[in-house]
């Protein structure tokens, strides 16, 4: 018999303390952008400054659950890089992976998309699964609990949130922002990838 951890023993195990994962079939989203109940006291969930530092989610090898290909985040920066963190039972998650089709029918391949799954329970058949039945072609890969840590660590804790909708956006120099929690629209992402 296997034993998998609690999403709440792995947030513990990977450093986040006190997050909740309320809200992971739907809650509303605040005036902000962010999700009602779900964001920790320490993540202001907005437009971070722009980081050059990066860790280990940035060099990290990773594998996608769709071809088997390995890559890094790193190097895929010939190009603008919007890295989102998800778990499969996630509502929020769902809708906004349903909007990146819309975002990359407006951007074509100027920009990649990771699908980063931080729920340790979830496995690649699970998430591939996931990808396929809902037609989203993008890259998806399983966080390994030193990803996950590096990603609160340096952007916060609710990069292991999920129903709080993470996502980063990497420019070609490495250039990093924690872009607003919540739904972001097509709209919405073209202007933050525009900036790089």
Request: with cysteine; hydrophobic share 35%; aromatic share 6%.
């Amino acid at each position: 018999m296997t034993i998998r951890p609690t999403r709440r023993a792995f947030l513990r195990l990977a450093g986040v303390g006190g997050v909740g994962i309320a809200g992971c079939l739907g809650g509303g989203q605040t005036d902000s952008g962010g999700m009602a109940g779900d964001q920790p006291a320490d993540d202001t969930g907005g437009n971070d400054a722009d980081t050059g530092a990066n860790g280990d989610w940035y060099t990290t090898e990773l594998t996608d659950v769709r071809s088997g290909e390995t890559f890094t985040i790193e190097g895929l920066t010939d190009r603008p890089v919007l890295v989102e963190t998800f778990a499969v039972w996630c509502s929020n998650c769902l809708s906004q992976q349903k909007e990146m089709i819309n975002f990359h029918e407006a951007v074509g391949d100027d920009v990649v998309t990771v699908a980063l799954d931080i729920d340790p329970n979830e496995d690649a058949e699970k998430v591939r699964e996931h990808a396929e039945r809902h037609g989203f072609d993008w890259r998806y890969a399983l966080s390994p609990a030193s990803v996950t840590k590096s990603l609160t660590d340096e952007f916060g804790s609710s990069m292991a949130s999920a129903p709080t909708v993470p996502m980063l956006r990497v420019c070609p120099d490495g250039t990093t922002t924690r872009i607003k929690n919540g739904f972001k629209s097509t709209d919405y992402l073209r202007e933050q990838v525009d900036e790089c």
